[in-house]
């Protein structure tokens, strides 16, 4: 059953999260979205700093006397932010107010269920000890935000993370909390071929780059059918080629952009390399040069099996268990909260916000129907207190 401290939270979670989907901002533009989480916090006393332009990272440290020689428990606790470059195609009355932008991922929701978390726990700084940390991340949808928190050495005490993700393929009251591989690596590739010019009508005298470079996407694909268990889940994908400047010229250049999914370190590491030696070889085959380069948006999202117990342990006294997912399938879609994960122990739950009854809370994300059950976030918002308290107090010492 939800808590009574909770549920006194219902309206203002209702308020913001309203008041965030209407005024959605894109990755690494979320000035007032910053600028109103931080009113909120000063508004319950916690004192709080900026991350980057847009993080912003807060902290509660609990007054409850530790026991003498008890290591001092922190605990982090985070909320993506950031909105999608994408129309608002819904007709509620907290519809976008900002043209081209919406909040069609659910982080409206997470932000909100963050701040209602963080006014509650400092209601409770008396019955704990060690340390909150709050961040509300910028720029996920990019894979952009987490690792600013990282580099500032923000995770470097932290024993634990949590954070919580909405889910439209989950109902209402219940939350997954999966073991293992949740999500994918994503990383981002850019193939540059260098040929050589020359008349159609004398290929020889030329390197034709668009050539080389269909090759080179055909054989990208034997990453996955001859270089990949069946048993390991692998994408390679080439989502953009471009090259030539007329239609009676042999290409000289090539580009072609693309994206490799992986969910353990040592088969992302192993396609990375495999995309490198097929390109730059391809292109040597035909006298050309291949260029690579990669950009590392996010680490494979792998939970922590321990922290998934204690989590459940914890949501077992709020929800009944058959309420708990353990064998959620895995997602080809990346979440940058993996960068915490691979820095210290923590979890990432996914919460059902499908009520059956609003057909936009069936909606896939990145969709501009995409809707939640606003009901949900207390469920969100009193595991991610009730494991707070939890932790910090030593109950799974």
């Known amino acids: 059953m939800i808590k009574d401290y909770i549920e006194k939270e219902r309206d203002y979670i209702r308020e913001k999260r309203r008041y965030f989907h209407m005024h959605p901002e894109t990755s690494l533009h979320e000035f007032n979205t910053a600028r109103v989480i931080e009113e909120e916090l000063s508004s319950f006393g916690i004192p709080h700093e900026r991350v980057g332009e847009t993080g912003i990272y807060a902290v509660i440290d609990g007054k409850k006397a530790a026991e003498k020689d008890e290591k001092k428990r922190i605990i982090a606790l985070r909320a ?20 081209g932008v919406c909040h069609a991922c659910g982080h409206d929701g997470h932000t909100a269920t963050l701040l209602a978390a963080a006014k509650v726990l400092k209601e409770k700084e008396n019955e704990f000890s060690g340390r909150v940390k709050l961040f509300f991340q910028q720029a996920e949808e990019i894979g952009a935000g987490a690792r600013l928190f990282v580099k500032a050495g923000l995770l470097d005490d932290v024993q634990r993370v949590y954070g919580a993700h909405v889910c439209p393929k989950l109902k209402a009251g219940t939350i997954s909390l999966t073991k293992g591989p949740m999500n994918a690596s994503c990383d981002y590739f850019k193939i540059t071929i260098k040929g050589k010019g020359a008349h159609v009508s004398t290929p020889e005298l030329g390197k034709d780059a668009l050539y080389i470079a269909s090759q080179t996407v055909n054989a990208l694909q034997s990453i996955v059918s001859r270089g990949t268990s069946p048993l390991d889940t692998v994408v390679v994908g080439v989502g953009r080629l471009e090259a030539g400047t007329a239609y009676n010229i042999v290409a000289e ?99 059902g916000t499908n009520n059956g009854v609003n057909p936009d809370t069936a909606v896939a ?31 799974f010492d």
């Open 80 to 99: 993506d932010i950031d909105a999608l470059p994408m129309d608002d195609l819904k007709t509620c009355e907290y519809h976008s107010q900002n043209k």
């Open 365 to 395: 994300q990145h969709n501009g129907h995409f809707d939640i059950d606003e009901e949900s976030l207390l469920l969100s918002c009193n595991v991610y207190v009730d494991y707070a308290l939890s932790y910090l107090n030593g109950e």
């Open 253 to 351: 250049d090539a580009v072609m952009e693309g994206t490799t999914r992986t969910f353990t370190p040592e088969i992302r590491e192993k396609t990375n390399r495999r995309v490198i030696e097929i390109a730059e070889n391809t292109a040597a085959m035909y006298g050309a040069e291949a260029l690579v380069e990669f950009k590392d948006f996010a680490a494979p999202l792998i939970n922590d099996g321990g922290a998934v117990d204690e989590v459940t342990k914890v949501t077992e006294r709020i929800i009944p268990s058959e309420c708990i997912i353990h064998d959620q399938q895995k997602a080809l879609g990346a979440d940058d909260f993996a960068d915490y994960l691979a820095v210290t122990k923590g979890m990432y739950a996914f919460l």
